[in-house]
């Protein structure tokens, strides 16, 4: 249709049951929650699917009932394997010297915490 669109970078891609989700896409149906002020998603291990999309939200409320809202909220809006299976409300997200969400920092501490839980 002559359009380019550009769905974020090579880094910002996971990949669940074979399906490629845009990081980018996800984050964008979860700020879309009134309670969402920002998201940030990655893919974590998971033995089923390889990985599974894991949201950080800063919002006004916290807690598990909070995090099967938004859960529900979001599966409404994106299609099924795309909806995060793990959320984690956090005080703030990482950013970079620009002002942009580092997730390459949340990639690490993931990685970090998976490793003391396997020890």
Known sequence: D???YH???ADD???SA???ISAVE???ALLKHPDVLEAACIGVPDEARGQVVKGFLVAKRSGEAFADEVRQF???RLSAHE???I???VPDLPKTPAGKVNRKVLREAESARASKSKA
Do not use: A, K, N, Q
């Open 18 to 20: 074979g399906w490629t």
């Open 87 to 89: 959320i984690e409300t």
């Open 74 to 76: 979001v599966r409404s």
């Open 83 to 85: 909806y995060p299976r």
């Open 7 to 9: 769905g974020g970078r």
């Open 26 to 28: 996800v984050e964008d």
């Open 13 to 15: 891609v996971i990949i």
């Open 2 to 4: 002559g359009y380019f």
